[in-house]
């Protein structure tokens, strides 16, 4: 797959070839639609095989993205790299984020968040074209913490397995938010929740290794280039806090993928959940001098033996336990 870098703004991280063309090109059919749900719009896409007759579906993928990104953009690369696999992918902008509805990365809820996808996800997958396939959840980055809470927001048996990119489950002390800061907002009863008045932390830098990639990340017209808001970074501080001390419900399969130069989402977070979870078929893939961003900013040859590993997972565990049914332990 490749990508042009490129002085005049362009719709897709590709260039400006028609979308249908590009997809084709790839061995995938994308659709992208709206989700009406309780608290706003959610815009969704899928992504398939092209021919389903040559390629069929085995199972349902549910992806959600990091902060202040969108499942546009170079995003895409990993929902593509599972539809050609043979898999339904289904991807939604997290609420505040991308086309959906939202206070632009406003994160003041986070149940609430998770809870609009989930509605998106849980939906599609019961329905009949999926209810008797295997189906995962899929998160990366903050993402990644999304996907957690939605796991606990659903009933038993209804996800297959799970599988995190980088996920957001401690936060390196330099990137937490100044809690005398936090305190001092909070004073105001609320009404500094949506001000962008946090530290600027670089994230994007910190996320992608290569500096080709980095440019055209960055011009992601969709992308929050603001500060953080108040209400964001109280909120995801909590969350992770709350995931940490549930890591020990965790008991359907799951594969965790962190790079070990990860300055965004600590790496302690993936072994934290790999040593805590219950789950009986737990993985956990440490890549070493890789950054935040393992499949969007890594040099291809670092990309490509992400992408291969989840491969590897996701298939063997069709196989184990196809079906629609769980592999929870409980």
Known sequence: MSTVASSEPAKNYWGDQPEEEFYASQGVRNEQSYFEGKNGRLFTQKFEPLDTTVVPIKASVYMSHGYGSDTGWMFQKIAIAFARWGYAVFCADLYGHGRSDGIRCYLGDMEMVAGNSLAFFSQTRQSPSYAELPAFLFGESMGGAATMLMYFQSPPGLWTGLIFSAPLFIIPENMKPPRMRIFMYGLLLGLADTWQVMPDNKMVEKAVKDPDLLKIIAANPRRYTEKARVGTMRELTRVCEYIQGRMKDVDVPFL???????????????????????????????????????????????????????????????????????????
């Open 256 to 330: 965790t993928a962190h790079g070990t130069d990860d300055g965004l989402a600590s790496a302690a977070g993936s072994e934290w959940l790999h040593e805590r979870a219950k789950s009986e078929d737990k993985s956990i893939k440490l890549y070493p001098g890789m950054y935040h961003s393992l499949i969007q900013g890594e040099p291809d040859v670092n990309s490509q033996k992400v992408l291969a590993d989840m491969k590897d997972w996701i298939d063997n565990r069709v196989q184990k336990y196809g079906g629609g049914g769980s592999g929870s332990t409980s």
